[in-house]
């Protein structure tokens, strides 16, 4: 059993930086691939980054590379999203996820535990 709680969020204007942090319970988070998600209203949950379970890749949606990036510290059980040159369209909950090596990465339903998500609004 995996508990994620995640943090960071806020109001920042367009062209600004956030790093959002997702802290993690269990003695098995070093095992998990962690994921982040994101949900603006009226959309369907969109896949943002995810990290193996060393840290040592990595996976972005087209819509973030170059500018978000995921890393992770299993000593501390957290994982982190770099958020730079934010955009209005990156307005979202965003949400942590993670799930066992099997699957695919970019897939909502191959994940098996969630955080309740953090607010990330982005102002024009």
């Known amino acids: 059993q995996v508990r994620l709680v995640e943090s960071g969020g806020g109001l920042v204007q367009a062209g600004g930086s956030l790093r959002l942090s997702c802290a993690a319970s269990?003695?098995?988070?070093?095992?998990?691939?962690m994921g982040w998600f994101r949900q603006a209203p009226g959309k369907e949950r969109e896949f943002v980054a995810a990290i193996s379970w060393s840290g040592g890749t990595t996976y972005y949606a087209d819509s973030v590379k170059g500018r978000f990036t995921i890393s992770r510290d299993n000593a501390k059980g957290t994982v982190y999203l770099q958020m730079n040159s934010l955009k209005p369209e990156d307005t979202a909950v965003y949400h942590c996820a993670a799930k066992t090596p099997i699957g695919p990465l970019g897939a909502d339903y191959a994940y098996d535990y969630w955080g309740q998500g953090t607010q990330v609004t982005v102002s024009s």
């Open positions: 269990g003695r098995t988070f070093y095992t998990y691939v």
